[in-house]
């Protein structure tokens, strides 16, 4: 079973609205994604933090999205206003710092913008 | 930039023969490469991985060698089972770890009785 929580599963949204999920890494992994499955499966790699420092993130995620992870509390991911393009799976994911380190995936939040 | 390319996108076959799947990657520096599988409405799942050029890596029937003459990671199973279907997703990471993984497309692969 997958140790990466994810809330919630499902999320409606209008466009314009802002669009909020929440993710529980695993206990002691310090490196955390985030990532967007679209609908023909292909994964988009959206920012991720190292102990609530932001490592690296993509354009998109600079305008419109903004996350963070604080100590001792779930990260987030937040679209502050959703567009129909945006609906897709995001996936939060852990792991331990290091290359061969195995990267742990949560079941996704499916947003569906309308 | 890295690149990750599976050029099955739908393999389908029936119980009990086997499969291989393709995966080829581009990067300019040591890699390490991955195969994650994921179920309808679960989360990906790590299958396989592996850093050591022309070594098999094993796991739950699958296995791999990465062959770094050819940057090629293919995956296989010698017979393949109904719980098998699936997305398979050929990933690598730069040893630049913080850049997270670098995804093919995936490959469906839908196992008939």
């Known amino acids: 079973n997958s140790k990466v929580i994810q809330t919630p599963r499902y999320l409606v949204k209008g466009q314009g609205q802002k669009a909020k999920m929440r993710c529980i890494p695993e206990?002691?992994?310090?490196?955390v994604f985030w990532y967007q499955q679209n609908k023909n499966n292909e994964f988009k790699f959206l920012i991720n933090f190292q102990n609530q420092e932001v490592l690296q993130q993509i354009d998109m995620t600079e305008k419109r999205f903004s996350a963070e992870c604080p100590s001792n509390s779930p990260c987030s991911l937040e679209i502050q206003s959703s567009e129909a393009g945006d609906s897709a799976l995001y996936l939060c994911?852990?792991?331990?710092?290091?290359?061969?380190?195995?990267?742990?995936f949560g079941k996704g939040t499916r947003l569906t913008v309308v | 930039g890295d690149s990750v390319t599976q050029t099955e996108g739908l393999v389908t076959l029936t119980k009990g023969l086997p499969v291989m799947l393709n995966c080829t990657y581009q990067?300019?520096?040591?890699?390490?490469l991955f195969w994650y599988v994921q179920h309808l409405n679960e989360a990906p799942k790590l299958l396989l991985k592996s850093s050591t050029d022309n070594k098999r890596t094993e796991h739950q029937g699958f296995y791999a060698t990465l062959h770094k003459s050819s940057s090629s990671f293919h995956l296989q199973k010698s017979s393949v089972q109904l719980s098998d279907s699936a997305l398979y997703f050929c990933?690598?990471?730069?040893?630049?770890?913080?850049?997270?993984?670098?995804f093919g497309l995936g490959t469906r692969v839908s196992v008939f009785p």
């Open positions: 994911a852990s792991s331990q710092p290091g290359q061969g380190s195995e990267v742990f």
């Open positions: 990933a690598l990471r730069p040893n630049n770890y913080a850049q997270g993984l670098t």
């Open positions: 206990k002691g992994h310090p490196v």
């Open positions: 990067t300019t520096y040591s890699p390490f």
